[in-house]
């Protein structure tokens, strides 16, 4: 990257060294050099022959190193898209994928034309109870997180999307045992450990570990979960879990043994089972 280097030879050049190193995709090498030089990612390629001053040429190269160590662009970012909206994100929490954005699909219709309390449990970012709050203002929602920095990261992503919501640090649902909520979804931690073990490297040695690692068989949260929902959802009130690929059935009845009804699986866009919502009797 030498001077008088040309935004073509730098996007060649940043992607050919991540491919290489074996770090992140082609398009978010491209979205750090856009995001850096303040264009939009189609700028790449409409600007090939821009020169690129020493300055820019020193802080893309700070993000391509990190790209290539496999360090999610989101991370690099400190923010993530989910729902329309943007999330600050940091290693301390997940960071928000598409097919979670299922869950608020999957409750919408519960969502619509009602009011009550809506319980995002394992908030992490606060992607979905934010993102319910900004489309249903009525409903008074509660996200509650076990880790602190979690919820500080939650709180000031309600202040960014300039929510009035609740955020609470505890276990699961053991802050608001005495409310009565007409939903409760929860993203929790699925994979057993030996799943956690085998994951990409991406995955594994950036996002955190106790937002993915649930134990020995990956129910451990679910069965806490289902114990305290039981005495939370309101008559008709909807549970709703993202769950691990191979997981529904084991979830299936866990849920039928806590006595809910009207369960149902929902698959993503992949076909692959992604989420149970499930009824209180």
Known sequence: MGVGVRLQEIVSLSADYVRKKGGRPRHEVEEWIAHTL????LDLYLQFDRPVEQEERDRIREGISRLSAGEPLAYILKRAPFYGYEFEVSPDVLIPRPETELIIDTVMPRLQGNTGIFVDVCTGSGCIGL?????F???????????????QIAKRNAERLCVDVEV???DLLSPILSEKAGLVVCNPPYLSTDEWVALDGSVKEFEPRKALDAGETGLEIYERALSQMRGILLPGGVGCFEIGSLQKKAVIQLIRECGFTNIICIKDLAGHDRLVSFEQN
């Open 168 to 170: 609470i640090q505890g």
């Open 137 to 151: 203002p009525s409903w008074r929602v509660v996200l509650i997180d076990i880790c602190d920095r979690a919820i």
């Open 131 to 135: 993102s319910v709050k900004k489309l």
């Open 38 to 41: 303040g264009v939009k990612r």
